[in-house]
């Protein structure tokens, strides 16, 4: 469920960033993409922080 929320998230942010970006003007290009990456890139570590844990101590 975390994998897909990231995915529609990412999406999401790309359009809207991108559109945003090319509003402003050909200097911003790309921008968009960056920052939905980021975003996606800050939410993948917080999900990979508690891994361990998750793995050897939840299991039973």
Known sequence: ???SFQVLLL???N???SRLSMT???VYFG???AV???VG???VQRLFRRLEY???MLQG
Do not use: D
């Open 24 to 26: 402003l003007g050909a």
């Open 31 to 33: 921008y968009g993409f």
């Open 54 to 56: 998750q793995t050897f």
């Open 15 to 17: 359009v809207e960033l």
């Open 41 to 43: 890139l800050m939410l």
């Open 36 to 38: 939905a990456l980021l």
């Open 1 to 3: 469920m975390a994998a």
């Open 11 to 13: 999406a999401v942010l």
